[in-house]
Structures are given as structure tokens and as C-alpha cells.
């Protein structure tokens, strides 16, 4: 089962993430949700974003919706994000970035763009490690993980705005 990521350790991102969302209401796109363990901490700072979580294992999803009753989530692969037919004042994404080749990374960014309102901000969730360790391995029923799991600790948390891309 994955790690969930420890929050306290990475909060001064998450905080600047929800300071620099400056509408209220805002529509927040969370890809790779997990359990909602960040959702959870985003909602404690600003109760009034409305979160769409996605991942690609069903148990994240229902562990997410369990931890989080004011979030909407869905099972979806973060490759068909293109798909929802809504643009966010901020989408955060977890760490899914590793288990994505580099040209279906590039394609992620770039369709994130597309559903992002004009100031909105992106944040990415990275692990720091060679591109060779990365890759998707099955395990056991919880869905699909980067190779390098056991690396979330050092989780990067870089924030963009739209004008960077």
C-alpha cells in the first residue's frame, strides 16, 4: 500500500498554493489524490475550494472520499484529464509525474494547461531520482506506484503559475 505523504513536512507549499488561489470558491483539480490526505489539509486552510480529486486506484478514491465529505472524487486515469470538461483556478498534482514517461509527462503539463483558468496555478509533486528508476509497478490491489516510492520523502513541491508554461 502507498505511503501517505506526512503534510507537516511540506505545508509552507501547500500554504503558498492556497494564498496564491485568491478567488473564493475556487475550483481546485487534485490528480493523484491518494487517500485525500492533501485534500484534507487544503480544505482546513481554505473550506470554501471546491476539490475534484482523481486517481487511478478505486481504494484511493474511497479511502479520499471517506477522509474528505466536502470533495468530489472519481476514479480516472490522469492521462484522460481532458476528458472533464472543466477549467480550475489551481490544479495540484501528486506524485504521478515518476511513473509517466517523459512524453506522456510533457502531455500531462500541457493538457493541465488546458483546463486551467487564465492566473491559475499549477503545482507539481515530484521525487528527486534518476528518469531510469521511474516506471509503474502493480501492487497487490491499491493500484499502480512509481518504482521509487519509498523516495516520497523527498517530495518537491514546485508552484507555477500559467504564464510559466
Same mark, same amino acid.
Given at each position: 500500500?502507498?505511503?501517505?505523504?506526512?503534510?507537516?513536512?511540506?505545508?509552507? %507549499?501547500?500554504?503558498?498554493?492556497?494564498?496564491?488561489?485568491? *478567488?473564493?470558491?475556487?475550483? /481546485?483539480? *487534485?490528480?493523484?489524490?491518494?487517500?485525500?490526505?492533501?485534500?484534507?489539509?487544503?480544505?482546513?486552510?481554505?473550506?470554501? !475550494?471546491?476539490?475534484?480529486?482523481?486517481?487511478?486506484?478505486?481504494?484511493?478514491?474511497?479511502?479520499?472520499?471517506?477522509?474528505?465529505?466536502?470533495?468530489?472524487?472519481?476514479?480516472?486515469?490522469?492521462?484522460?484529464?481532458? +476528458?472533464?470538461?472543466?477549467?480550475?483556478?489551481? /490544479?495540484? &498534482?501528486?506524485? &504521478?509525474?515518476?511513473?509517466? %514517461?517523459? @512524453?506522456?509527462?510533457?502531455?500531462?503539463?500541457?493538457?493541465? %494547461?488546458?483546463?486551467? $483558468? *487564465?492566473?491559475?496555478?499549477?503545482?507539481?509533486?515530484?521525487? @528527486?531520482?534518476?528518469? @531510469?528508476?521511474?516506471?509503474?509497478?502493480?501492487?497487490? %490491489?491499491?493500484?499502480?506506484?512509481? $518504482?521509487?516510492?519509498?523516495?516520497?520523502?523527498?517530495?518537491? *513541491?514546485?508552484?507555477? +503559475?500559467? !504564464?510559466?508554461?
Amino acid at each position: 500500500m502507498r505511503r501517505s505523504i506526512k503534510v507537516d513536512l511540506y505545508t509552507d %507549499s501547500f500554504d503558498q498554493f492556497c494564498h496564491l488561489i485568491g *478567488e473564493q470558491d475556487a475550483h /481546485i483539480l *487534485e490528480l493523484a489524490c491518494d487517500p485525500g490526505t492533501i485534500t484534507r489539509y487544503l480544505l482546513s486552510q481554505r473550506p470554501d !475550494f471546491q476539490i475534484l480529486g482523481i486517481d487511478l486506484a478505486p481504494k484511493m478514491i474511497a479511502l479520499a472520499e471517506q477522509n474528505n465529505h466536502n470533495a468530489h472524487f472519481i476514479v480516472m486515469d490522469a492521462e484522460d484529464i481532458l +476528458s472533464i470538461g472543466q477549467t480550475f483556478d489551481g /490544479i495540484r &498534482c501528486g506524485i &504521478c509525474l515518476p511513473s509517466l %514517461s517523459r @512524453e506522456k509527462a510533457l502531455k500531462l503539463i500541457v493538457d493541465r %494547461s488546458k483546463l486551467l $483558468e *487564465e492566473g491559475g496555478i499549477l503545482t507539481f509533486s515530484m521525487m @528527486e531520482d534518476a528518469y @531510469e528508476k521511474s516506471g509503474m509497478q502493480r501492487e497487490g %490491489s491499491c493500484g499502480f506506484l512509481p $518504482e521509487n516510492a519509498q523516495k516520497i520523502d523527498n517530495c518537491l *513541491e514546485i508552484i507555477l +503559475s500559467k !504564464f510559466l508554461l
